[in-house]
Every structure is written in structure tokens, then in C-alpha cells.
């Protein structure tokens, strides 16, 4: 009862008091009833008030009364300086936030370790080098052979996993034309026991469901899709669903915890890897490696036992690939085989996210920094203002300990509101910023739990706030001496240290406006530039057949959908430019080897090149009568880098394939340059007739085409349902699996250069904002504090130029100081950017001078009220109040 | 005054024993009590007799509660409790151990 009783006792003190005193008071009433004379008894009791502070000090803590009172003390202080705190709170708040943003997508991403048994021993399996495609790169694809032989080499070392690239498809519960989209994953059946994961329902799968090619149509639901799709009901167990050629038959949901091992993915569908179509091949690579290592293993010995079978294995299949050049061969087979920790799983979001976050993450620290500046230098303002009162404290014997946790528990106060308004801020903005991160159709899903790491980054963050912005202050509110402060001495904050503050802010300032200038100009650059075809008003309809179907009736829903009213072309590709998909292969001519160099291919129908209007150069369009092979058409830069000729129409080359095989192409046209698969690089391409001819009067059927429409209206996607409808009208056996634009195609180009520009704006914004709100600050207060002088400046006829001077040159000093600095930082710092810039360099004068420009207005105009109030002090006003 | 010092140390032991025997009093009767068991000869100095009740009452020996008195003012009481009865029955033993002590010294000396 006693230490509770005492710390409650903390929060009670007046009425602590007011019973103490009402107990004497009782004690006093008895003696007089006593018969005792009221004054002797009075006296008799002795010093009540004394008395008093020795019992309330018996009944509390009195540590804890001790930081009550201050606390209490800080409020009020915080209460009457409203709109120094509000902003002081607010700003803290904003960066408290933003920062508690960035750890938590930068854990979610790449620190947090799986949900699964011993994630410290898993590591995942790459190789780098130089590419198929003669450029240097690091893949984490394997082919499942190549897997098999490894695993078998491995046993008892390391348990290796295979994990296909998780992949948004459409599956269905009941008919196709009631498709859904599910986002599923080939999974080793010995995946779930090893990671230790236990079933939610059903079961999962073991060794024995992955052990013959398609011998095990089975599934595991992850948690969230069964929460999401099916809402928990446990006899979603024992349902079918098509999926691909198959019918697989759901067997259990995974635990809750597990979401997959590619953080920003979160998998539906887990099925074993002996369904997939490419599992005995090999020379497809459609699979990440992750191995579980067994304790106490040695990582090195390992890494090269496998990647002495993977040797093995690549020069045993590559020897039978005649159709590749000898340099190619010789690159691919000197890869690197690399065996990494990855005990937070692997993802290509990772890959590509990791350095954008981590610049996000600098940008916010420094936000922090200069927010805590500010409020800093508001404190210390303000700390010197209260100079007289300290100096009373001290003088009635209040420890100097007592100072600095008397202007502590105020910042302190502070930072729990900004940390409070950050909380919220960051539970609005992380989700946010993920949901910027992929297409608007296949969203990027981070787990982004609010947990103890969270928690624990929070309360680290605002210790360190308060330590940053408040330590200063208080350490100089305690050391004031008593004796000048009374006597009414300049106790004022030294000038220097609010300058170097102001340096330090400029800086920060500048190198946040800087790199955000460096990420806008990146993302102008990109989605401004020319992509060689005009991506407005197209629509793309992913349609696909069950099992394929003959040509004419995939031409017979190109003509019916031209005959829509709204709709100006149609055309049909094998797949859209910027889609992602690429097919590349050797070129050679006359028999000659095959080019180390790779040409690109894509398979179109006549009136392709008008519906993306890329304009033809020279020769002619596919017509009908046109198969493949061998019409082929190019683009400029395979005219220029392969045929070195600019009219090439009439002159012939061969297709080189790995195995040897060669396809001859005749060039009747030739077309402007368009982006293919990415818009950084410009390949050389070879557009090909979409259909192939089987026989002298056949077509081979096809099971999937990207139908491209030219819309007339604004809003392409106006008319998305009705051609839809139209597709399966037509011909019920094909269905559209798939509706976007091409527009969304080009934006997802620069999805991330976007959310880069985006984010760094504004934080530059709210970087220019608080240096700004603190130069105004500090200017303002050193006006107020020599008030008096300029005054007397002026009436002894100071021109305006002398009045100004004294104030302005320190700041102007401190923020040449501070932007030379920031400069010398700022091009230091690209470094570490430049794989997230493009086409702009950080010693571009343009780059330089811009930040230059923005923080010098910004100064001037924080400068101007404090310039303009020195002037216009009035002598006479100044004596009158003296 | 110097005879309130040999109370000192003694006070917890007398408010214990009286509050014992004589449970449900104030602060004053405490006085009193004290001053009338032993002929006037020890006397409680008041003002320091709340502090030490308090302190009792903070270790647990004591426990007190509001009472309303006739003349409308309310009053504290006090009253003992069983770990203050166990430390009575240890100050006492000790109690009786220094002054037999002490008597000694004084016969022998």
C-alpha cells in the first residue's frame, strides 16, 4: 500500500495538504476545549506550515513530486507561450512523423526478419556477372534441375527452398468468365515445415506433395486471402479452383503470421513447385533459392560446393546451345555464384526500393534535425528571456540539476505532444507512401505493423528530440549567474551559439532542396521524354484462351471491336510496348556467328505501328499476306547498330537462337525508334507478323494476344467494360484478363522517380518552411533584445544602413556558412544517388544555383519583418517607455 | 525541552502501546494519553507528533480514517494495525533489553 499510496499521494497534493491542516487545525480545537489558551496551544504546536512539508514529504514520493511540479510548470510555460509551442509542436510533430514513417516502411521492407523458424540461417542463392544479353547484372533466378542437383548436394548443410516469383493471376471458383485475380506462388512442398509454419486450417503441404510433376494439385491459402476472400470460413478446405491448365484442390490455410518471403508481395495462393509447366526444364529460370543453413556450417565451403554443381550443370546445358556466341558463352559461365543472408526473405522490391528509402530516410533525419534546431533556438529565446527568473531560483538555493530538469520537462512536454501528432501522421502516411509504389491494379502490400520495434524506434526517436532540441537550453538557462542576471546585465543568448545553429539549419536546408532538386529534375526528364509513340487513348486488353485457338478468330475480334462506335483502331501484339515482357535472341548474317549484342523482338499485326502511331520510315507495313518469317520490320537503332545502314528496306539477316536454329528475316520497312520494355534504354528491334503459318495454308493457333485499341474519347478506359463484353461475345472461347491503358503502363516507368520527386518536395518545402519560420525567429529576438541600442543608434542619426548592419551581417555570415556547406555536402552525397538519378549530374550549375536561389529569397523574406521593425523604431517612444 | 529528548525513539513505542490498548484516537487524546500514563513526566512535543503518526501510518503500523465529531469538525483517528502490533511487540522486547541494560550499567558504575 505504502510506495502506491505515496506515488498516488503525487497527484493529490493540495489535498494532501488540506487534510494535514485540517488535522492541526482539529488538534487545536481539543486543546482549547481543553481549556488551554488558543495562543499558547498555537504556539505549542510550533510552525505549522514547516510541519506541514515534513508530513506531505512523508506521504509522497518526493522524487516524483519533484517532477510533477516541474512537469506542471512546463505546461504552464507551454500554455503561455501558445504560439511558440503550437509551431514548436507542430513542425516537431511533422518530422517526428515523417521519420517514424521511414523506419517503419525501411523495417517492413529490409530489416524485419520473417516470420518463420530461425530466419538468421536463411540466406538466399544469386549469381552476377555478365549477362545473356552481354550486360553486367545479378539474377536470382534459378531453373529447377539446376535446384534439384544443388539441393541433393547440399543435404545435410543446408535445406534449399525453391520460391517461384510470386505472380498476379487469374484463377476461378467457378466459370471463366467469372476470373479473379490471386496473387500465387510456386512453393517447395518442404517449405512449410521447414520455416516451422503450422497450419490455420487444413494442412500444409509436406516433401511428399512435391515430388512428381504434376502429381499434386493441390493449395494452401495464405491467412489474409482466407480472411479477405473467404472471411475465415474453415470449409473453404476440400474447394477447387481453376487455375492455369489445372484444378487445384485448397488442402489448408497457412498461419497468420507467414505472408510469404517477398516482402512487398503478399501471397494468396501457395502451390508446389511440381505444378509448375517449367519444372523439368532447363533453360528456364523461374524460381528463387533459399536455403535454410544448418547450424554451425561454414557459409564458404558451401557457396562453392554449389557453385561448382551449378558449373556443372550450366556447361553440361550450354554446350548443347550452338546458336550462342563464344564470348557469351564464356561470360555467362564465369558468373559468380552468391550465398547470402537474407533473413528477412528476398524481393524484388527490395532490390529496388532499398536505396529510394534509404535516400527518403536521410531526407526525413534531416527535416529532424532542422526541426529540432528551431525549436532549440526558440527554447533558448525563450531561455534567455527567463534569465531573471532562473537567476531568482538559483538564488533561493534551487539546484542547478533542478534547472536543467525544470526546462527539460517542457521540452519533454513538447516532444509528447509532437509525438503524438507524429503518431498520427505516420499512421496516415507509411500506408500512403506504400500505395504510391506499384500500379494502381497490382498495389505493393508491406506488412506494417505497429509493434514493440515501432514502439521502441519511437520512444528511442523522441529521447534523442528531446536531448537534441532541449539539452542546449536547459544547460544554459542553469548556468546563468544570479548576480548579473539581477542586476539587470546583458543576459541574452550568445549570438554565436543561435548562428551556429542558423549554419546548421541552412545546411540541412540546402542539402534536402538540393537532392530533392536532383529527384525532380529526374522524374521531369523521364516522363517528359518522347517514347516514340503516343500513348493517349490507347487501351490494352490482355486476352488469353484456355488452350489455343485458331488465328482467324482471334482477327475476327480485332475486326468486330474496330466496329465499335468510339473506337478509331485496333491492332494485336504479342504483348504492349513497356509491358515488361521482352523475347531476344542472336542476330548473324549469311551463316556467320551469332552477335554477341541482342536483338529484341515483338510480334504485331498489319496497322500496328499506325494504332501507336510510330511513324514509318522507309519500306512498308505488314500486310495480311505477310508471315513470320520472314517480314520483319526494325527500328532505327537496329538499322543503325546491326545493318549499318539507313535504308536497309530489301536486305535479309538471321534469328539466332541458343539452340542453334536460325530463322532468316528480310527487312521490307523500317520505323522510327520506340521504347520497348523500358523507356532508359532504346533497343534494337525487329517487329514480326503476329501470325505464323503452320502449313502452306494454316496459321498456328495462339492462346493469348494484347489487343490494342485507339479510342476517340478523352477516357480510354470508358469503353473498358463493353469491349470486355464484346471479346467474350464474339468468341466465348477467349477472355480478356486484363484492362489498362497504355498511359498506365508509361507511368508505372516512373513510379518510382515519382514517389522520390513527390516525397522530396515536400520535405523540402517543410525544410525551407522551418528554416524559414527559425531565421525569423532569431533575427526577430535579437531586434527585441537590442531594442534599446537601435534606438539610440537612431536618435544620435544612425543612417538606416548602420542600423541594419549590425543585425543582418552575423545571419548573413552564418548563412553563406551554411549553404557552402550544405554545397560541399550535397555534391558529396550524390555519390550515393546516382543509380536513382537520371540524365542529371550534381556539378550542373543549374543543380547548384537553384537551391542557391530558393534559400536566399526564403532568408530575405524571414529577414524582412525584424529589418523593418529595427528601422522603424521610434526614439521617442523608446524613452518615453524607459 | 530536554525531557521530550528521551523521548526520542520512545515516541513510536508509547503511540503504539497507547493505540494498542486504547484504540480509535486522535492525534490530541494521543498527547494526553501520553502525558496522563505517565504522570505528566513524558510529554509529546505536538508538532512532531503528526509528522511521526504519518510516518507510522506510511510504514503500516497505523491505520487512520475521518471521523465527524458533534461540534461538525471532522477528526483523524487512529488505530493499529497487526504489523504495528508485531512491532510492538519488538520494540518492546527491545525496549526492555537497552533499559535493563542501561540499569545495569547504573547499579554496577
Not at chain 1, 517461384?164 to 476461378?172: G, L, P
Not at chain 1, 494502381?440 to 509493434?451: E, G, H, S
Not at chain 1, 544570479?482 to 542539402?511: N, T, Y
Not at chain 1, 551463316?591 to 504485331?604: C, E, I, K, M, T
Request: hydrophobic content about 45%; overall charge positive.
Amino acid at each position: 500500500m505504502s510506495l502506491l499510496s505515496r506515488v498516488a499521494n503525487v497527484f493529490r497534493g493540495e489535498r494532501l495538504n488540506r487534510d494535514i491542516e485540517e488535522e492541526y487545525a482539529s488538534h487545536l480545537e481539543e486543546a482549547i476545549l481543553a481549556g488551554r489558551d488558543p495562543a499558547e496551544a498555537r504556539k505549542a504546536l510550533g510552525d505549522t506550515l514547516r510541519r506541514r512539508d515534513e508530513s506531505h514529504d512523508i506521504r509522497v514520493v518526493a522524487w516524483a513530486d519533484a517532477v510533477r511540479a516541474d512537469f506542471l510548470f512546463g505546461w504552464r510555460q507551454v500554455k503561455r507561450n501558445r504560439v511558440t509551442s503550437a509551431a514548436a509542436i507542430v513542425s516537431l510533430a511533422l518530422a517526428i512523423g515523417a521519420c517514424t514513417s521511414a523506419f517503419r516502411l525501411i523495417d517492413a521492407l529490409l530489416w524485419r526478419p520473417l516470420p518463420v523458424a530461425h530466419p538468421e540461417r536463411l540466406y538466399v542463392l544469386s549469381r552476377r556477372g555478365m549477362g545473356f544479353d552481354n550486360k553486367p547484372g545479378e539474377w536470382d533466378s534459378w531453373a529447377y534441375p539446376d535446384f534439384q542437383l544443388m539441393r541433393a548436394a547440399a543435404k545435410g548443410e543446408a535445406e534449399l527452398i525453391a520460391v517461384s516469383y510470386a505472380d498476379r493471376s487469374d484463377i476461378t471458383y467457378r466459370t471463366d468468365q467469372e476470373m479473379e485475380k490471386a496473387v500465387v506462388q510456386y512453393v517447395s512442398g518442404w517449405m512449410f515445415p521447414t520455416f516451422g509454419i503450422k497450419p490455420a486450417a487444413g494442412r500444409l503441404f509436406t516433401e511428399k506433395d512435391d515430388r512428381t510433376p504434376g502429381a499434386a494439385p493441390y493449395a494452401v491459402l495464405s491467412y489474409d486471402y482466407w480472411t479477405r476472400r473467404f472471411g475465415r470460413d474453415p470449409g473453404v478446405v476440400g474447394r477447387t479452383f481453376q487455375y492455369g491448365d489445372g484444378v487445384y484442390e485448397i488442402v489448408g490455410v497457412s498461419g497468420k503470421e507467414f505472408t510469404g518471403t517477398e516482402p512487398g508481395i503478399v501471397v494468396d495462393i501457395f502451390v508446389p513447385t511440381m505444378m509448375h509447366r517449367g519444372v523439368a526444364r532447363r533453360d528456364s529460370t523461374w524460381m528463387r533459392t533459399l536455403a535454410v543453413v544448418a547450424p554451425g556450417v561454414a557459409i564458404e565451403p558451401l557457396r562453392a560446393k554449389l557453385a561448382a554443381i551449378n558449373y556443372a550443370f550450366e556447361r553440361n546445358r550450354l554446350s548443347g546451345e550452338t546458336g550462342l556466341s563464344q564470348e557469351t558463352l564464356r561470360n555467362v559461365l564465369a558468373n559468380q555464384v552468391r550465398l547470402e543472408p537474407a533473413p528477412t526473405g528476398a524481393s524484388g522490391m527490395q532490390k529496388e526500393y532499398s536505396r529510394a528509402l534509404a535516400a527518403i530516410g536521410l531526407l526525413v533525419v534531416m527535416v529532424l534535425l532542422i526541426a529540432c534546431v528551431n525549436v532549440a533556438n526558440l527554447m533558448t529565446a525563450q531561455a534567455a528571456t527567463r534569465a531573471r527568473e532562473m537567476a531568482l531560483r538559483v538564488s533561493i538555493g534551487a539546484g542547478r540539476m533542478r534547472l536543467v530538469r525544470l526546462v527539460l520537462a517542457e521540452s519533454a512536454l513538447l516532444a509528447f505532444f509532437a509525438a503524438l501528432g507524429g503518431a498520427l501522421f505516420s499512421w496516415w502516411s507509411a500506408p500512403f507512401v506504400v500505395n504510391m509504389i506499384n500500379p494502381p491494379d497490382n498495389p505493393a502490400r508491406l506488412i506494417l505493423p505497429a509493434d514493440w520495434r515501432v514502439l521502441g524506434f519511437g520512444m528511442l526517436l523522441i529521447a534523442c528530440v528531446v536531448l537534441l532540441f532541449g539539452l542546449v537550453p536547459a544547460l544554459r538557462a542553469s548556468s546563468v549567474k544570479p548576480v548579473s542576471a539581477l542586476r539587470g546585465d546583458d543576459c541574452h543568448a550568445r549570438p554565436g551559439l543561435m548562428h551556429g545553429m542558423i549554419a546548421a539549419q541552412v545546411a540541412f536546408c540546402f542539402l534536402v532542396v538540393f537532392v530533392a532538386g536532383l529527384f525532380v529534375t529526374t522524374f521531369e526528364r523521364l516522363s517528359t521524354k518522347p517514347t516514340g509513340f503516343s500513348a493517349e487513348g490507347l487501351l490494352l486488353l490482355d486476352t488469353v484462351a484456355h488452350r489455343p485457338q485458331p488465328a482467324a478468330y482471334w482477327d475476327q475480334v480485332e475486326d468486330h471491336l474496330r466496329a465499335m462506335p468510339g473506337v478509331d483502331r485496333v491492332s494485336q501484339a504479342a504483348w504492349p510496348l513497356l509491358g515488361g515482357d521482352s523475347w531476344n535472341d542472336s542476330i548473324s548474317f549469311n551463316g556467320g556467328p551469332p552477335s554477341v549484342d541482342l536483338g529484341y523482338f515483338l510480334n504485331v499485326s498489319p496497322g500496328f505501328f499506325e494504332t501507336m502511331r510510330i511513324p514509318l520510315l522507309a519500306g512498308r507495313d505488314f500486310r495480311q499476306s505477310d508471315g513470320y518469317p520472314p517480314a520483319a520490320i526494325v527500328n532505327q537503332t537496329f538499322a543503325r547498330e546491326f545493318l549499318k545502314d539507313n535504308n536497309p528496306v530489301g536486305r535479309s539477316f538471321d534469328k539466332a537462337s541458343d539452340d542453334g536454329s536460325r530463322e532468316r528475316m528480310q527487312v521490307v520497312g523500317v520505323v522510327a525508334d520506340a521504347y520497348y520494355s523500358n523507356i532508359r534504354t532504346m533497343l534494337p528491334v525487329v517487329f514480326v507478323p503476329i501470325h505464323r503459318p503452320l502449313s502452306q495454308t494454316a496459321l498456328r493457333p495462339m492462346s493469348e494476344v494484347t489487343y490494342i485499341v485507339r479510342i476517340s474519347s478523352a477516357n480510354p478506359l470508358s469503353l473498358a467494360s463493353q469491349l470486355r463484353q464484346e471479346v467474350g461475345r464474339v468468341r466465348p472461347e477467349l477472355r480478356v484478363s486484363n484492362v489498362q491503358t497504355q498511359k498506365e503502363l508509361l507511368d508505372a516507368q516512373t513510379i518510382r522517380e515519382r514517389m522520390l520527386a513527390t516525397l522530396a518536395m515536400f520535405f523540402a518545402v517543410v525544410a525551407i518552411l522551418l528554416a524559414g519560420v527559425g531565421l525569423y525567429g532569431v533575427l526577430f529576438y535579437s531586434v527585441v533584445q537590442r531594442h534599446r541600442e537601435i534606438g539610440i543608434r537612431i536618435a544620435l542619426g544612425a543612417r538606416s544602413g548602420n542600423v541594419v548592419r549590425p543585425i543582418v551581417s552575423g545571419i548573413s555570415i552564418a548563412l553563406a556558412f551554411g549553404t557552402v556547406t550544405g554545397l560541399a555536402f550535397g555534391v558529396l552525397s550524390t555519390r550515393y544517388i546516382e543509380s536513382l538519378l537520371y540524365q542529371v549530374k550534381a556539378s550542373d550549375p543549374i543543380q547548384l544555383a537553384g537551391p542557391c536561389l530558393i534559400i536566399f529569397l526564403a532568408a530575405i523574406f524571414a529577414a524582412a519583418p525584424a529589418v523593418v521593425r529595427a528601422l522603424y523604431i521610434n526614439p521617442a517612444d523608446l524613452l518615453r517607455s524607459e | 525541552m530536554a525531557k521530550n529528548d528521551s523521548l526520542q525513539g520512545a515516541l513510536d513505542l508509547l503511540v503504539l502501546k497507547i493505540l494498542s490498548r486504547r484504540p480509535r484516537l486522535h492525534g490530541y487524546a494521543l498527547m494526553t494519553a501520553i502525558a496522563e500514563t505517565s504522570d505528566d513526566v513524558l510529554r509529546a512535543e505536538e508538532g512532531s507528533l503528526y509528522p511521526a503518526l504519518h510516518r507510522m501510518e506510511e510504514a503500516g503500523w497505523i491505520r487512520a480514517e475521518w471521523v465527524k465529531r458533534e461540534t461538525g469538525r471532522r477528526t483523524r483517528i487512529y488505530e493499529v494495525t497487526k504489523a504495528g502490533k508485531e512491532q510492538l511487540a519488538a520494540e518492546e522486547v527491545r525496549w526492555q533489553t537497552v533499559t535493563s541494560a542501561v540499569n545495569r550499567v547504573l547499579r554496577m558504575a
